[in-house]
């Protein structure tokens, strides 16, 4: 398992506060598991299934084609919303401008959240400078206002059906 933890120098509390929540503001820290060869893939996307639960995500306002677009789905669970060690799916996609799209195949009807961010560098972190403000794109489904740290859960929460869930998710920069 490769982790990538953010690190903080002790500033004064406001700014400790400060940093640690725009950190955790997309689930830091970020672990992303290697998976066996024996796992099973994700269920692919399908139209003509009117079983399947999709979440069908289009992201806008990216800055720029240079690296990835990290989306996770997260349970409706607020003490799991934004722990990755909790997180129900997660792709990692190229950036298309000016939408970059993405499917998720969900297990059941039911409400989830959505956290995303470009990941302008590639390396799979959600960059923050020394005071923990982000330095790159961000967002969540419903497109909460945000003014300090993270949204709640309720704040992003959607409820999704049997069939397809448009989710459009317009990125934040500071």
Request: proline share 7%.
């Amino acid at each position: 398992m490769t982790c990538h933890h953010t690190h903080h120098a002790i500033w004064g509390a406001e700014r400790v506060a400060r940093k640690m929540a725009m950190a955790c503001l997309l689930g830091l820290p970020l672990c992303i598991a290697a998976q066996p060869a024996w796992a099973k893939s994700p269920p692919t996307c399908n139209s003509n299934d009117a079983s399947q639960v999709r979440l069908q995500i289009s992201v806008t306002g990216m800055r720029s084609t240079d690296g990835n677009i990290t989306i996770t789905i997260y349970p409706d669970e607020p003490s799991h919303f934004l722990d990755g060690k909790f997180k129900l799916a997660r792709q990692e996609l190229p950036v298309v401008s000016p939408v970059t799209k993405a499917c998720f195949v969900m297990d059941a009807p039911g409400t989830y959240a959505v956290a995303l961010f470009h990941d302008k560098n590639g390396n799979h972190h959600f960059d923050t400078n020394f005071l923990g403000i982000p330095v790159e794109g961000y967002g969540f489904s419903n497109n909460p206002t945000l003014f300090v740290g993270p949204p709640k859960l309720k704040q992003v929460a959607i409820i999704a059906h049997k069939g397809d869930n448009a989710i459009s998710v317009q990125l934040k920069h500071y």
